[in-house]
């Protein structure tokens, strides 16, 4: 499917269905319930986290897998997200597995999308009494895990860019206004998408030869714009495509790396090799990167009600969350991805609450 750009600007000025700031009916600090916002707040340790054992589970990518490939600490899996004047339900596996049986949820996207869905897969696993009946299956860009006793399947879709890269005689085609996986997506009951990571490759590791807008191809372009041209194709796509009468859409926002001390105001470190916890407080110094701007102001433009999973703070101040060596790829220092159990589990946590928030349309007991 082929998306225009012409008319997009005056939409983004128009009424967002977007569901921006995170705010959640909660049970407040000190009792009571009311609205909080669930993006805000710090990381506190808690004795009874993580919420699962990552040794038992056999879904994890040995990228991720931080314990099994010899961290030494394990602070890092006993942070809890507490938001700022209320609390967040913890995530239960036989709740999810019960609330979404039946149910088909997708992750699209880069490899923190894979990162996150295995982090989900993980949590649900441990849920389940028969592990016997859990499936993996792979079938090219899609690999589904299937809860058999619950018809559930949790899938991930491996599309870095979330529009088309086609091959022709000329060379590989990065098509910013051509989304042809949506055929798929839109028949899933759960989406939860994002992109970002791969935008600034070059080299080797980009994976297309030139870039195509309408009937114009070019060699390059400037990046930013090019990243926010796939975003509006995208979000045309949801408008126009997706029945929100039978499907929930997600927007995870942009996670970045820690190869940068100057962040956590420790100027010239230049990985994460050394960090065993968290930055204090609930604020990164800097602001938020070009890249977040630039997806909040497409997804203003949507009609639909998009949920947007806003965890860039939330993840920027877990410096102590990467895999760095730890990660079954050897002499790889990874700032990027995250460990499993670890900071992915509570993009998930807060990705059950929005969900049970809003199919309850009401206050949810804590």
């Not at 101040?317 to 700032?335: A, E």
Request: glycine share 8%; net charge positive.
């Amino acid at each position: 499917m082929r998306f225009g750009f012409q008319g997009w600007s005056s939409i983004l000025v128009g009424v967002a269905a977007v569901i921006f700031s995170g705010t959640c009916l909660a049970k407040k600090v000190g009792g009571g319930k009311g609205k909080c916002d669930i993006y805000e707040g710090s990381w506190v340790v808690d004795d009874s986290y993580p919420m699962y054992n990552s040794t038992l589970c056999p879904h994890i990518r040995k990228e991720f897998d931080c314990q099994k490939y010899g961290r030494p600490d394990k602070l890092y899996l006993r942070y809890r997200w507490q938001p700022k004047g209320c609390h967040l339900p913890r995530f239960d596996g036989k709740d999810f597995l019960r609330r979404f049986k039946g149910k088909k949820i997708m992750y699209i996207g880069d490899s923190i999308s894979l990162n996150q869905w295995q982090s989900m897969v993980c949590l649900v696993h441990a849920a389940v009494p028969d592990p016997s009946r859990i499936f993996q299956k792979a079938n090219g860009s899609i690999t589904t895990v299937t809860f058999q006793d619950y018809d559930l399947s949790i899938m991930v879709f491996h599309s870095p860019y979330l529009v088309d890269i086609e091959a022709l005689p000329i060379g590989r085609i990065l098509k910013l206004d051509s989304l042809k996986n949506g055929h798929t997506w839109k028949k899933i009951d759960i989406l939860i998408f994002n992109t970002w990571l791969w935008w600034h490759r070059n080299g080797p590791t980009q994976p297309w030869d030139y870039i195509q807008v309408g009937l114009k191809i070019r060699k390059d372009m400037d990046r930013m714009v090019a990243f926010k041209k796939a975003l509006i194709t995208w979000a045309k796509w949801v408008d126009s495509d997706v029945d929100f009468n039978k499907t929930q859409v997600f927007f995870r926002a942009v996670t970045t790396n820690h190869y940068d001390g100057k962040g956590w105001n420790e100027a010239g470190v230049t990985n994460c090799s050394k960090e065993t916890q968290p930055i204090s407080g609930s604020t990164y110094l800097g602001g938020l990167p070009e890249s977040s701007h630039v997806v909040e102001q497409v997804l203003s433009g949507i009609k639909k009600p998009v949920q947007f999973l806003n965890i860039t703070n939330l993840s920027r101040l877990r410096k102590d969350g990467h895999p760095s060596m730890y990660n079954g790829v050897k002499r790889k220092m990874d700032c990027t991805h995250w460990c499993i159990a670890g900071v992915p589990d509570i993009w998930n946590q807060l990705l059950y609450t929005s969900l049970i928030t809003q199919n309850r349309n009401k206050m949810y007991d804590l």
